[in-house]
């Protein structure tokens, strides 16, 4: 079966750290989003893409970067952790709106 | 920036029971999506709604789009345990490709069915 997977599941970083999320899917699906998921703010949406080399800011991209070399993964990547970016983070795909999410990965910032 | 609001943010039922979960905003959608999510899991698309008016049916639960395309509602008939979860709802506006992704969410209905 085709699936979207996320590592770590879990991770602990100090604030200053470079951290990178992984996000990979075997559906083939052109479209790829990261959405950080916290309570009172539901989900946001931090950066896209439309396919390889395609790039997109989100709502929410500050602090955020994301590169996507082929169809199958978008890292995320936090260039310097800081505590508010404590969260819960989804990657998703489509072919056109959100139609697989991956479990997410808790990250928290000390 | 664009708000929808959901309500109830909780429901506590028994087995059996119908709900009614409500998505209303000022904005309109060009359309709009239900998803529910578990804990520890990400979100599951349940259905995508996109004509004003438009009705969908997926087993026990009905997913109505209101006619100006502002609101919507998740009905459950005969609430079973297995139907406990967070349903959130999400619209998304303009047309086409450059919609995509960009979606706002409610804050979702946390339900729990009890047996």
């Known amino acids: 079966d085709a699936e979207i997977t996320q590592s770590p599941r879990h991770k602990i970083t100090e604030t200053g750290r470079q951290v990178t999320l992984a996000c990979h899917q075997t559906?083939?699906?052109?479209?790829m989003f990261w959405y950080r998921q916290d309570l009172g703010h539901g989900l946001r949406l931090i950066h896209y893409?439309?396919?390889?080399?395609?790039?997109n800011k989100g709502e929410v991209s500050d602090g955020y970067s994301v590169s996507r070399s082929n169809t199958e993964d978008l890292p995320l990547t936090l260039e310097s952790a800081a505590s508010s970016q404590t969260s819960v983070y989804f990657c998703?795909?489509?072919?056109?709106?959100?139609?697989?999410f991956g479990d997410g990965t808790r990250l928290s910032i000390l | 920036t664009q708000l929808l609001e959901q309500s109830p943010q909780f429901l506590s039922i028994q087995e059996g029971e119908n709900l009614t979960v409500y998505c209303n905003s000022s904005?309109?959608?060009?359309?709009l999506q239900w998803y529910r999510q578990e804990p520890g899991e990400g979100p599951v698309l349940l259905v995508t709604?996109?004509?004003?008016?438009e009705v969908k049916k997926l087993k026990r639960l009905t997913f109505q789009f209101g006619d100006a395309r502002k609101d919507s509602s998740l009905h459950i008939t005969a609430a079973q345990p297995g139907d406990t979860g967070l349903y959130l709802c999400?619209?998304?506006?303009?047309?086409?490709?450059?919609?995509?992704?960009?979606?706002?969410f409610g804050q979702g209905t946390i339900l729990t069915v009890h047996p």
């Open positions: 998703a795909n489509g072919s056109n709106q959100p139609q697989h």
């Open positions: 904005s309109v959608f060009s359309s």
């Open positions: 893409s439309y396919g390889v080399q395609d790039t």
């Open positions: 999400a619209g998304a506006q303009g047309a086409g490709g450059t919609s995509y992704g960009k979606l706002t």
């Open positions: 559906w083939n699906h052109n479209n």
């Open positions: 709604v996109v004509t004003g008016g």
